[in-house]
């Protein structure tokens, strides 16, 4: 084995440049979007995290099913990230909209031959642009886009690949 292939006492391991930052506003703003919306979620425990700058230039937001080890530590089965820069630029409503669609993966099921709930993550599919489109509209994914669009400097056409 090459000696450079080593990791040496006193090197420097480079690190992510992400912040990862736990929202006590998001957890608040969520709230008031599950009961508006009537969501359940049965036991089910979602954690809250803003990141610093961004999760990718072209990723807004996401749901992800937390592992095993992270269930255990911090308590949470599901955990909502979002890009933090964009986040910060975005109006009220907009905000609730991408929570809305964020809390839409969120889908515990209980399965009754095993008395347990398992934790699933419903992809993306019309049927919730559907319900947030039918009820609100979709001006404020057109606002996500924009906004991060421009955080970026987007060419026009890459535009549209902005995602949650």
Request: charged share 30%; glycine share 4%; with cysteine.
């Amino acid at each position: 084995m090459k000696d450079n292939d080593l990791l040496k006492p006193g090197d420097t391991i480079a690190h992510s440049n992400k912040q990862l930052m736990e929202s006590p506003e998001i957890a608040k703003i969520a709230e008031t979007v599950i009961e508006r919306e009537s969501l359940d979620f049965g036991p089910a425990e979602i954690g809250y995290f803003l990141v610093y700058p961004n999760l990718s230039k072209y990723k807004a937001a996401k749901c992800v099913k937390a592992s095993r080890e992270v269930q255990y530590y911090s308590g949470n089965n599901y955990l909502i990230e979002i890009s933090g820069e964009m986040w910060d630029m975005l109006d009220q409503k907009t905000r609730e909209m991408v929570l809305f669609h964020q809390l839409l993966h969120v889908d515990p099921v209980y399965k009754a031959k095993n008395q347990e709930w398992k934790m699933k993550i419903r992809k993306p599919d019309f049927s919730d642009f559907y319900e947030i489109n039918d009820k609100y509209g979709n001006d404020w994914y057109k606002t996500v886009q924009a906004t991060v669009s421009s955080l970026y400097d987007l060419d026009p056409k890459r535009e549209s690949k902005v995602s949650l």
